[in-house]
């Protein structure tokens, strides 16, 4: 049996692993930065220009690239018509993190008020092993 198995293999049961990058040892902007310079990582604005947000660090995390591809999918083609429609007038879009990383293990959007709607973007980690 192999040795990161360990008393759990005696019983059948696997341990799920993490699948993914791993972006544990980026614990500041300036790593982060030049990941983004390089090309593997690229800035996410958490509220989008088209809802009034701006370029500046409060509202900016860094994350793979293709991420803040999937993020303007969901905020241009599902919570931009909501709004459009009267159903949701606030929105939030939350980074969850992991450790000292400073890239978002994912992200929380949800839009409200007076209806519902939340999804979450799963990066990396542990985030990945949700149902």
Do not use: C
């Amino acid at each position: 049996m192999p040795a990161d198995e360990g008393d759990d293999a005696m019983f059948g049961l696997r341990r799920k692993k993490p699948h993914g990058p791993d972006f544990s040892d980026i614990t500041s902007e300036s790593a982060a930065a030049a990941l983004a310079a390089e090309g593997s990582l690229e800035k996410l604005l958490l509220l989008p220009p088209e809802f009034g947000g701006s370029d500046i660090p409060p509202n900016l995390v860094y994350v793979p690239v293709g991420i803040a591809e999937v993020k303007q999918q969901i905020d241009l083609g599902v919570v931009r018509p909501l709004v459009a429609d009267g159903t949701v007038t606030r929105y939030t879009a939350t980074p969850e993190y992991a450790g000292d990383s400073f890239i978002p293990i994912a992200v929380v959007i949800t839009a409200h008020t007076p209806g519902s709607f939340t999804t979450t973007i799963n990066i990396w980690g542990e985030a990945l092993q949700r149902g």
